[in-house]
């Protein structure tokens, strides 16, 4: 029997990919996106800081390090401001 190693790099990589194809966020009739550079937005709802993994189908009883919330995905883009006013509030 042939044993199968698992490169996780490579698998990181390929369930980034798969998911960012798969994602529609919202529809783009008033051409909205991309968000332009400056675009300033505001986050609503618990989940943008009390993001949950949870499930047991495909992948939800993998365990991981870390998972990325929705704020912390959006501080990552260097042309996008997140109404830290809004935020503040959140985090009371």
Not at 11 to 25: D, R
Not at 50 to 69: A, E, F, P, Q
């Amino acid at each position: 029997m042939n044993e199968i190693t698992l490169n996780w790099n490579e698998y990181t990589e390929a369930a980034i990919n798969t998911a960012a194809e798969g994602i529609v966020m919202l529809e783009n009739k008033d051409n909205v996106l991309p968000l332009k550079k400056g675009s300033r937005i505001a986050l609503f709802g618990r989940m943008q800081i009390h993001y949950y993994k949870s499930g047991t189908g495909s992948g939800g009883m993998v365990n991981v390090n870390h998972v990325s919330d929705i704020r912390e995905g959006l501080n990552d883009c260097p042309d996008i401001t997140l109404d830290s006013e809004l935020m503040d509030i959140y985090d009371k």
